[in-house]
């Protein structure tokens, strides 16, 4: 017996916990007839088996053949292994506090937090049968779906840690709760209509809207409202979305008129990608995405003439979709129809709202009714936004904001990091905590201007380092001085404030997305990042890694008269350029922009720049594009930060034909070469007056002269550094022409490209990029 049985321990880490993984490895040892007990610890899980060798060599086998869906196996260990005289003849769950082996149940500090997931197939399914008790209930989940980051309060991953924690399990799901054999066992938030939390439709003043009290069925009612034409707000996963029929024109006018929404596109919600087929031409890979269990939005190519009222997503030939991610949204698209809008619901500038409270004073004035539930969220996280990026080298998933369904999953880093804390952006701002081999991106958290944005941020700085267990040595930060991400690092102590400029951490962020750990050429284009010179850069190519890099070439700077008001006006932007290129001439210009201007305002506009006056000077390739955009008439004024440059794009979006470039001039200043925008604005005038050219081949001819550019400054600091990693990174390269262009005759010239896939190229991956450059001078 000796010689034939053996007692195994296995170590398995990743996304094991509260996903179902303890009870899949229960019904796979007792299939096989083996003893020994399964337990959370605080690195994953810990298998012990005992048995014939035969049956354990079986389970070794199959263990990792079909693990549960939510379920991600990082790394499987035979961790002991002895012979077994005699052995346990049951297998057991070992539960939190029970101790044995590693250590009890639950998971610690460190363990991998799983994100928020979609409704199940079998949980859809009790949802809409008659005969099932859970018909029609509205917070339906099981282990295998259902809200995990959104609402764990603090480790370990136990129903008493999270706000779940109020709600008693009546005998029924409390037997499928104990029993390993049922797809509810350990499912933290298990409840029914009896003993769970319960769905309520408020009016605006807070108490019950009568609609419910007619229909008796609150979600139904809710759904009534919808089809009437009613802007509701309704608790998702991670806070509040704004509800409304997509179809119906006057409710999408007023709920943008409600949320000063600008131009901005709306957020869709369809019953199913079929749906979505209907409005949107996609691919495999997207419909993969669209259907993945963090169902985020994904941005399709729109189908000329849909059916949406053109205000959901006016002058964009783009469109946002996402499927259901919970029970309650099902139900609204079974009852209210098969497309709702389904847009973030906040205040101007402030987080979405996450508590019932926070919703009835911030959205009283946009919403007409709130379905509300009393299942609380501990943590704001906001919808993902991704998009497949088709190029000819490889089609990419990118995440544009990453947050509810892959938040906190960690990033791989490239090296072991020593204990990190990185702070982001002022826009678009994320966190990030690094240790060890693995990097913690936050949720997206919004503009670090409000009162609220900012409260946010210091709540999740708070949450990720309970969650998992990392005292930070140093805190990375951005180097302009006057962000709140720059005084609170002054403010935190026992730890080495590290200032990272933002473009390096761009560059970083790349480099860490693409598991790159040696000297680079980055591309970074963006709108605005504080300089080393103290100037404003945004047009940039560095050479360097983590620990350092060398600024080697740059767009030729220009001024933006008015400073921040020519952010949101870029008719300023273009009349700046047209002041600094043509001097007094830029009056007499044969073109729309100058011709319907103010004269004297435009003479205020031209001495300002002339002068110096208010007029900040900047290398930015994001406010290029801008003043591009107003010099074709497609966007003078934003209503959304990113507006004109997105318009001016869609007027070639999803159609990457290549195009003769403008002519190119590049000039030495100092030891950097310098793009001089001049003969690009004589071009643009000239084509401008011809009435041959339209608007989208005047449009392509710029973002080709863009792809130009940065193809014969790459290849000449290619050849004098012996570099052939180009990374493209910032903002501007949400831009899916100039990004897809770029790489393909970067690549076609010889070049490896990196771009972006996990990390957002945008400011919400600066986090990542400071935390590697923070870990790389710290060690170094």
Same mark, same amino acid.
């Given at each position: 017996?000796?010689? $034939?049985?053996?007692?195994?321990?296995?170590?398995?880490?990743?996304?094991?916990?509260?996903?179902?993984?303890?009870?899949?490895?229960?019904?796979?040892?007792?299939?096989?007839?083996?003893?020994?007990? !399964?337990?959370?610890? /605080?690195?994953?899980?810990?298998?012990?088996?005992?048995?014939?060798?035969?049956?354990?060599?079986?389970?070794?086998?199959?263990?990792?053949?079909?693990? #549960?869906?939510?379920?991600?196996? =990082?790394?499987?260990?035979?961790?002991?292994? &002895?012979?077994?005289?005699?052995?346990?003849?049951?297998?057991?769950?070992?539960?939190?506090?029970?101790?044995?082996?590693?250590?009890?149940?639950? #998971?610690?500090?460190?363990?991998?937090?799983?994100?928020?997931?979609?409704?199940? $197939? *079998?949980?859809?399914?009790?949802?809409?049968?008659?005969?099932?008790?859970?018909?029609?209930?509205?917070?339906?989940?099981?282990?295998?779906?259902?809200?995990?980051?959104?609402?764990?309060?603090?480790?370990?991953?136990?129903?008493?840690?999270?706000?779940?924690? *109020?709600?008693?399990?009546?005998?029924?799901?409390? %037997?499928?709760? @104990?029993?390993?054999? =049922?797809?509810?066992?350990?499912?933290?938030?298990?409840?029914?209509?009896?003993?769970?939390?319960?769905?309520?439709?408020?009016? +605006?003043?807070?108490?019950?809207?009568?609609?419910?009290?007619?229909?008796?069925? @609150?979600?139904? +009612?809710?759904?009534?409202?919808?089809?009437?034409?009613?802007?509701?707000?309704?608790?998702?996963?991670?806070?509040?979305?704004?509800?409304?029929?997509?179809?119906?024109?006057? +409710? !999408?006018?007023?709920?943008?008129?409600?949320?000063?929404?600008?131009?901005?596109?709306?957020?869709?919600?369809?019953?199913? %990608?079929?749906?979505?087929?209907?409005?949107?031409?996609?691919?495999?890979?997207?419909?993969?995405?669209? /259907?993945?269990?963090?169902?985020?939005?994904?941005?399709?190519?729109?189908?000329?003439?849909?059916?949406?009222?053109?205000?959901?997503?006016?002058?964009?030939?783009?469109?946002?979709?996402?499927?259901?991610?919970?029970?309650?949204?099902?139900?609204?698209?079974?009852?209210?129809?098969?497309?709702?809008?389904?847009?973030?619901?906040?205040?101007? @500038?402030?987080?979405?709202?996450? $508590?019932?409270?926070?919703?009835?004073?911030?959205?009283?004035?946009?919403?007409?009714?709130?379905?509300?539930?009393?299942?609380?969220?501990?943590?704001?996280? *906001?919808?993902?936004?991704?998009?497949?990026?088709?190029?000819?080298?490889?089609?990419?998933?990118?995440?544009?904001?990453?947050?509810?369904?892959?938040?906190? @999953? #960690?990033?791989?880093?490239?090296?072991?990091?020593?204990?990190?804390?990185?702070?982001?952006? &002022?826009?678009?701002?994320?966190?990030?905590?690094? /240790?060890?081999?693995?990097?913690?991106?936050?949720?997206?958290?919004?503009?670090?201007?409000?009162?609220?944005?900012?409260?946010?941020?210091? /709540?999740?700085?708070?949450?990720?380092?309970?969650?998992?267990?990392?005292?930070?040595?140093?805190?990375?930060?951005?180097?302009?001085?006057?962000?709140?991400?720059?005084?609170?690092?002054?403010?935190?102590?026992?730890?080495?404030?590290?200032?990272?400029?933002?473009?390096?951490?761009?560059?970083?962020?790349?480099?860490?997305?693409?598991?790159?750990?040696?000297? !680079?050429?980055?591309?970074?284009?963006?709108?605005?990042?504080?300089?080393?010179?103290?100037?404003?850069?945004?047009?940039?190519?560095?050479?360097?890694?983590?620990?350092?890099?060398?600024?080697?070439?740059?767009?030729?700077?220009?001024?933006?008269?008015?400073?921040?008001?020519?952010?949101?006006?870029?008719?300023?932007?273009?009349?700046?350029?047209?002041?600094?290129?043509?001097?007094?001439?830029?009056?007499?210009?044969?073109?729309?922009?100058?011709?319907?201007?103010?004269?004297?305002?435009?003479?205020?506009?031209?001495?300002?720049?002339?002068?110096?006056?208010?007029?900040?000077?900047?290398?930015?390739?994001?406010?290029?594009?801008?003043?591009? %955009?107003?010099?074709?008439?497609?966007?003078?004024?934003?209503?959304?930060?990113?507006?004109?440059?997105?318009?001016?794009?869609?007027?070639?979006?999803?159609?990457?034909?290549?195009?003769?470039?403008?002519?190119?001039?590049?000039?030495?200043?100092?030891?950097?070469?310098?793009?001089?925008?001049?003969?690009?604005?004589?071009?643009?005038?000239?084509?401008?007056?011809?009435?041959?050219?339209?608007?989208?081949?005047?449009?392509?001819?710029?973002?080709?002269?863009?792809?130009?550019?940065?193809?014969?400054?790459?290849?000449?600091?290619?050849?004098?550094?012996?570099?052939?990693?180009?990374?493209? %990174?910032?903002?501007?390269?949400?831009?899916?022409?100039?990004?897809?262009?770029?790489?393909?005759?970067?690549?076609?010239?010889?070049?490896?490209?990196?771009?972006?896939?996990?990390?957002?190229?945008?400011?919400?991956?600066?986090?990542?990029?400071?935390?590697?450059?923070?870990?790389?001078?710290?060690?170094?």
């Amino acid at each position: 017996m000796a010689a $034939t049985a053996v007692r195994r321990t296995f170590r398995v880490s990743g996304f094991v916990q509260g996903v179902g993984f303890r009870p899949y490895v229960y019904r796979l040892a007792t299939r096989h007839l083996l003893g020994g007990w !399964v337990l959370n610890d /605080e690195r994953g899980v810990t298998i012990r088996i005992e048995g014939p060798r035969a049956a354990a060599d079986l389970f070794a086998a199959e263990l990792l053949k079909q693990p #549960p869906e939510l379920a991600r196996i =990082d790394s499987c260990a035979l961790v002991a292994e &002895e012979a077994a005289r005699t052995w346990s003849g049951s297998f057991t769950i070992r539960h939190s506090g029970t101790g044995g082996g590693a250590g009890g149940d639950a #998971p610690g500090a460190g363990a991998l937090v799983t994100p928020d997931s979609h409704v199940c $197939t *079998d949980c859809a399914q009790e949802l809409f049968d008659p005969a099932d008790r859970r018909h029609r209930y509205p917070l339906v989940n099981c282990t295998n779906c259902g809200p995990r980051y959104s609402i764990i309060r603090g480790v370990p991953y136990d129903r008493p840690g999270t706000t779940m924690a *109020d709600f008693t399990m009546c005998p029924r799901c409390r %037997s499928e709760y @104990d029993s390993p054999a =049922d797809r509810r066992f350990h499912a933290q938030p298990n409840a029914c209509r009896a003993c769970g939390p319960r769905v309520r439709l408020l009016g +605006a003043d807070g108490m019950p809207h009568p609609a419910a009290a007619d229909q008796d069925d @609150d979600v139904a +009612a809710a759904a009534a409202l919808l089809r009437a034409g009613r802007i509701l707000a309704v608790k998702a996963l991670g806070g509040y979305q704004l509800m409304a029929d997509p179809h119906h024109p006057t +409710a !999408v006018a007023e709920l943008r008129r409600r949320k000063e929404r600008g131009g901005k596109p709306f957020a869709l919600l369809a019953r199913d %990608s079929e749906t979505v087929a209907r409005y949107c031409r996609f691919g495999e890979q997207e419909r993969r995405l669209l /259907e993945s269990p963090g169902r985020p939005i994904v941005l399709l190519q729109a189908r000329p003439g849909h059916a949406l009222a053109p205000e959901v997503a006016p002058a964009t030939a783009t469109l946002g979709f996402m499927l259901p991610a919970t029970p309650l949204q099902h139900l609204l698209l079974a009852d209210a129809g098969d497309v709702l809008i389904a847009t973030s619901a906040n205040a101007a @500038d402030e987080p979405m709202a996450r $508590t019932e409270d926070e919703a009835l004073r911030t959205l009283g004035g946009i919403a007409d009714a709130f379905l509300v539930h009393d299942r609380e969220i501990h943590t704001r996280v *906001d919808d993902s936004i991704a998009r497949v990026v088709r190029s000819t080298v490889e089609p990419k998933v990118a995440f544009v904001r990453r947050a509810r369904g892959f938040v906190p @999953d #960690p990033v791989p880093a490239p090296f072991p990091l020593p204990p990190v804390l990185a702070l982001g952006a &002022e826009l678009k701002n994320t966190v990030c905590l690094g /240790e060890g081999g693995n990097l913690y991106p936050s949720q997206h958290l919004g503009d670090l201007k409000s009162p609220g944005n900012q409260r946010f941020f210091t /709540e999740t700085i708070d949450h990720l380092r309970a969650l998992f267990g990392v005292t930070p040595r140093y805190v990375a930060h951005d180097l302009h001085p006057d962000f709140h991400s720059t005084r609170y690092a002054a403010a935190c102590a026992g730890v080495e404030p590290v200032a990272v400029q933002h473009h390096h951490a761009h560059m970083a962020s790349c480099m860490a997305d693409n598991g790159l750990n040696r000297p !680079v050429i980055g591309v970074v284009f963006d709108g605005t990042g504080y300089g080393t010179d103290g100037t404003i850069w945004g047009g940039e190519f560095l050479i360097g890694d983590y620990r350092g890099f060398e600024r080697k070439a740059h767009l030729g700077r220009f001024r933006l008269p008015g400073g921040d008001k020519a952010v949101r006006e870029p008719a300023r932007v273009a009349i700046g350029l047209l002041a600094q290129h043509f001097g007094p001439e830029a009056a007499g210009l044969p073109i729309d922009l100058v011709r319907q201007r103010d004269p004297f305002e435009l003479g205020v506009l031209t001495k300002m720049v002339e002068r110096g006056i208010n007029s900040p000077q900047t290398s930015s390739m994001g406010r290029l594009f801008d003043a591009y %955009s107003a010099l074709l008439g497609v966007c003078d004024r934003v209503g959304y930060e990113g507006q004109a440059a997105i318009e001016l794009e869609q007027l070639i979006a999803w159609d990457h034909r290549p195009a003769r470039p403008w002519p190119l001039r590049l000039e030495r200043e100092d030891d950097r070469l310098v793009i001089d925008h001049r003969p690009w604005l004589e071009a643009v005038v000239a084509e401008l007056a011809d009435p041959r050219r339209g608007m989208a081949d005047i449009s392509r001819a710029f973002h080709e002269s863009v792809v130009h550019a940065v193809v014969e400054i790459c290849l000449r600091l290619s050849r004098e550094s012996g570099l052939r990693d180009v990374v493209l %990174s910032g903002g501007v390269f949400l831009n899916q022409h100039l990004l897809v262009r770029a790489e393909q005759d970067l690549t076609a010239a010889g070049l490896t490209v990196h771009t972006h896939g996990r990390i957002p190229t945008n400011d919400g991956g600066i986090s990542v990029g400071q935390a590697m450059v923070a870990a790389a001078r710290a060690l170094s």
